[in-house]
T-cell receptor, first 118, second 117 residues
Framework: DGGITQSPKYLFRKEGQNVTLSCEQN?????MYWYRQDPGQGLRLIYY???????QKGDIAEGYSVSREKKESFPLTVTSAQKNPTAFYLC?????????????????FGEGSRLTVL | AQKVTQAQTEISVVEKEDVTLDCVYE???????LFWYKQPPSGELVFLIR??????QNEISGRYSWNFQKSTSSFNFTITASQVVDSAVYFC??????????????FGGGTRVLVKP
């Protein structure tokens, strides 16, 4: 079945450590996104990529880094510079704008990764 | 800057009651898209509806209905005859229409709906 796979589902990290969250999609989507979810704050965009080898900062990119070497993969690294990394991280993908309008804007989400800093 | 406000943080109803979720948005764009997503306990967000700004027709899909009023910048969502399976967090979201913006969404804070049997 096509979809988005995020791993690990749960992750614990000590302060000062970097950690990488995996996101893989087999939907043949061009665009991929990382969102952070905190209680009561909804989802906030960290980074997004509309094409391989290109990505842009979202609203809260500080302390995070990404790469987009393959169309299917968009890993997120939470670095030690991120002051408050404990959160639920959601990866999403979508077709590129300009494809059939019926699907414009619809994001497909993974099941998320919950990161806890000890 | 775009902003989406969902004033209700949590709503609790008894099964078969109707429940309406409010969504108010702010944007300087004249053309934009509005969305509702459902987040069940599994965590992934599920797309429910997309509405573009020049289509103010209300929509009904089964027990779900949406009321878009551009004059008040609102896009409210009603679940009729609620069921326990409707228990989830619901998010309203806004997207620019400019193609260069991609499909970035600005989300509201979400409304948790608890339907009791």
């Amino acid at each position: 079945d096509g979809g988005i796979t995020q791993s690990p589902k749960y992750l614990f990290r000590k302060e000062g450590q970097n950690v990488t969250l995996s996101c893989e999609q087999n939907l043949n989507h061009d665009a991929m996104y990382w969102y952070r979810q905190d209680p009561g704050q909804g989802l906030r965009l960290i980074y997004y990529s509309q094409i391989v080898n290109d990505f842009q900062k979202g609203d809260i990119a500080e302390g995070y880094s990404v790469s987009r070497e393959k169309k299917e993969s968009f890993p997120l690294t939470v670095t030690s510079a991120q002051k408050n990394p404990t959160a639920f991280y959601l990866c999403a993908s979508s077709k590129k704008r300009g494809t059939p309008i019926a699907t414009t804007g619809e994001l497909f989400f993974g099941e998320g990764s919950r990161l806890t800093v000890l | 800057a775009q902003k989406v406000t969902q004033a209700q943080t949590e709503i609790s109803v008894v099964e078969k009651e109707d429940v309406t979720l409010d969504c108010v948005y702010e944007t300087r764009d004249t053309t934009y898209y509005l969305f509702w997503y459902k987040q069940p306990p599994s965590g992934e967000l599920v797309f429910l509806i997309r509405r573009n700004s020049f289509d103010e027709q209300n929509e009904i899909s089964g027990r779900y209905s949406w009321n878009f009023q551009k004059s008040t910048s609102s896009f409210n969502f009603t679940i009729t005859a609620s069921q326990v399976v409707d228990s989830a967090v619901y998010f309203c979201a806004l997207s620019e229409a400019k193609e260069a913006a991609g499909n970035k969404l600005t989300f509201g804070g979400g409304t948790r709906v608890l339907v009791k049997p």
